[in-house]
């Protein structure tokens, strides 16, 4: 009954009762959808990149390298020769190896150029592999495999002709070069989905009348001629390695990070993932704390409402205390109307959540690539209801001391 | 609890009461007993101190002075807390208006006093049942038990209010001023059924006024200031 009651008067004010639980609704989907978000690009992140043992590039930071390599983000200050990339490929330990040329754009897009092994070898979500959606894998030399974001935002299908621009964000465009689409790709979720790929040798063919990331003035050299010339690459941007045995994992980073003919870093993509949660995890302890402190100020939102409704429940206060009931009565009254609207705003903030990912998550996918997957609550976002119903009865014990107080002198006499 | 059965139900002697921060008003009572089965009006002014007098008999205020025994139990003997026990077992309350949680449907209002007494609850065998005689006996109709307080009339909530005070046979009926709010013609309809129920169940009354006209049908008529002397009565 008691329960009945307390529901019957938060429903008698249900305007400001439902103001309240509200803003805590709205306070914890921010917190969840906070969580979800960081879970999700972690996943997200970690799923770009599988059944790679060992990224090679100039050296650098290790965080750095992978972000360039795998995420297209930033760019790399130096490139590897094609000679120590060759002496590299050559060791016993090496299963595969796949070179990477980056540096050139296409629209808002980057150029990637690679082998064909690259198709054959990279890996996403575990041990998923690329595969195309429409038309062929690169085959001439200006052939292009786009990914699908590409496809979808320049509306390109296979045989449209495309123009490289050398740098990135440039206007000077490769105008004498025109590629083809061949192939466009299935959709990964990865940023592989917003890179236009091409082979190593097109990478060279773009730049043969550039010298040190200028046009050569009033020089073109025709395509035909292109065609003729020896296009063997001059350096990589970096390589993605498997070995043959996961032990021989360190043995090989070992020889590459001591290179002595130019300075090499090899790394493991998942240490260098852990290096750049540590980077980021103050960022994400700041936004998680931020969000928390939201669901705090709702609850003292909360706590403000009860405050300025205690002077017209002094009525209701003297008719329970006329019927035998105790001040401690009227302070645990108090505390159980608050849990129960912080535990309906909780609930309430857990279908926001899911409405809201059901809205977003097409939107994160194709904007981010981060994939958020709608799924039964876990331990941990119960344990969220858990704490904010908690903190919600912690919180009204304030105004409900006061209750006490005012029951505890009024008696069944309101003085009006 | 010390229940003899010839006690007294209400029994005070040499209390003296004072608003704590004020002097000009203060209630000082040598000596008054409510017989088990005995309805008493007491009559006193607006302002001469009746309200007072009944928080001090229900023991939501306290005397540092004199005893106030309730069926033969030192209100001053108990602690707040068994106080507060000893008022809902004992006890139905009344008053003038605002009687009832106006959210709460009236079955629930009527009820409510069994959640904060154990006895009464066990003697009710059937709570609802009896929640709907109590209703019925007042003249109530059936299907009033399940709409909220606040839709009905002040007269059907002063019913609600004796049907709430007598659930589970309290022995003392305190109702302060319960007939202000009504007009003439109901003041004696409601007094009618209210004595009526009190008589079923053999529970005495203590019931303020400041109408005499109210006091044939009681056992006694006391004024206030019969049993009591008041000092500085506010305007
Ligand atoms: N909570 C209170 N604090 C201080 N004085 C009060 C309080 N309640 C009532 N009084 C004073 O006590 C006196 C008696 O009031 P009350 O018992 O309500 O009289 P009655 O019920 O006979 O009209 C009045 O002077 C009133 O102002
Ligand atoms: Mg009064």
């Given amino acids: 009954m008691i329960i009945r009651l307390a529901i019957a008067s938060l429903s008698a004010r249900a305007l400001t009762v439902g103001m309240t639980i509200l803003a805590i609704a709205l306070s914890v989907t921010l917190f969840l959808g906070v969580e979800k978000i960081r879970t999700g690009a972690k996943t997200s992140f970690s799923d770009t990149i599988s059944g790679t043992d060992l990224i090679v590039g100039a050296r650098s930071g290790s965080v750095q390298l992978l972000l360039y390599s795998v995420f297209r983000i930033g760019n790399a200050t130096n490139n590897v020769t094609w000679e120590s990339y060759q002496e590299i490929a050559q060791r016993p330990e090496i299963e595969w190896i796949v070179p990477i040329s980056l540096g050139d754009s296409h629209r808002q897009f980057r150029v ?35 990914g699908s974001d590409v496809a979808d935002t320049l509306e390109y299908s296979v045989g449209d002709p495309i123009v490289v621009a050398h740098g990135l964000a440039s206007f000077t465009e490769h105008k004498d070069q025109p590629f083809r689409v061949s192939g466009i790709l299935k959709k990964t979720g990865t940023p592989v989905d917003r890179t236009v790929i091409v082979s190593m040798e097109a990478i060279e063919a773009i730049h043969v009348d550039w010298k040190s990331g200028a046009k050569v003035p009033g ?29 021989q994992t360190f043995t090989l980073q070992r020889a590459v990070n001591d290179y002595t003919e130019e300075p090499l870093l090899a790394i493991l993509p998942g240490v260098a993932l852990q290096e750049l949660w540590g980077i980021v995890g103050i960022a994400e302890t700041a936004l ?87 799924e039964p609550p876990k331990w941990r976002e119960i344990g969220v209801v858990l704490a904010v119903i908690a903190a919600g009865a912690i919180v009204s014990l304030v105004p409900a001391y006061r209750a006490y107080r005012l029951s505890l002198a009024d008696g069944m006499m309101v003085k009006s | 609890m010390n229940l003899r059965r010839d006690d007294p139900i209400l029994n005070m002697s040499g209390v003296r009461f004072q608003w704590p921060g004020r002097t000009s008003f203060a209630l000082n009572v040598p000596a008054f007993c409510l017989q088990r089965g005995e309805t008493v009006l007491l009559l006193g002014e607006s302002g001469s101190g009746k309200s007072t007098l009944l928080s001090l008999i229900c023991g939501t205020l306290q005397t540092g002075t004199g005893t106030i025994a309730v069926s033969g139990t030192d209100l001053a003997a108990l602690s707040g807390a068994g106080r507060d026990r000893l008022r809902a077992e004992q ?6 208006q605002f009687n009832l949680l106006p959210f709460a449907t009236v079955s629930d209002n009527i009820l409510l006093p069994l959640r904060f007494a154990p006895n009464r609850r066990s003697r009710t065998k059937m709570p609802f049942e009896e929640a709907t005689r109590l209703c019925r006996s007042l003249g ?29 046979q309290p022995p003392l ?30 529970a005495s009354l203590l019931m303020v006024s400041h109408d005499p006209r109210l006091g044939d049908r009681f056992d006694r008529v006391v004024e206030l200031s019969d049993i009591a002397m008041i000092e500085g009565r506010a305007a």
Wanted: charged share 15%; net charge negative.
């Fill in chain 2, 173 to 202: 009926m305190i109702a302060d001023e319960p007939t202000s709010s009504l007009d003439a013609g109901s003041q004696n309809a409601f007094l009618d059924l209210m004595f009526g129920q009190l008589g079923e169940i053999g």
């Fill in chain 2, 91 to 96: 006890i139905g309350v009344i008053f003038q």
């Fill in chain 1, 288 to 374: 998680l704390a931020v969000s928390a402190m939201v669901v705090v100020t709702a609850l003292i939102g909360m706590m403000a409402t009860i405050f300025s409704s205690l002077n017209e429940r002094r009525r209701e206060m003297a008719i329970f205390r006329a019927v035998g009931a105790r001040p401690s009565n009227i302070l645990g009254m108090l505390v159980l109307e608050a849990m129960l609207t912080a535990a309906v705003g909780a609930l309430l903030g857990f279908c926001f959540l899911y409405v809201g990912l059901l809205a977003a998550q097409p939107v994160l996918d194709s904007a981010y690539g981060i994939w958020l997957p709608i």
């Fill in chain 1, 219 to 247: 020089k073109t050299t025709p395509v035909d001629m292109i065609r003729q010339m020896d296009l063997t690459p001059k350096a990589v941007t970096a390589a993605l390695i498997g070995v043959k045995s996961p032990l």
């Fill in chain 1, 112 to 146: 990637m150029g690679t082998s064909t092994a690259f198709f054959e070898y990279y890996q996403y979500r575990q041990d998923r592999s690329l595969e195309t959606a429409e038309g062929a894998l690169m085959d001439d030399l200006f052939d292009a495999v786009i």
């Fill in chain 2, 140 to 168: 109530l109709p059936d299907d009033l038990l399940g709409q909220r307080a606040a839709s009905l009339s002040v007269g059907q909530q002063q019913r609600v209010a004796v049907a709430r005070a007598l659930i589970g």
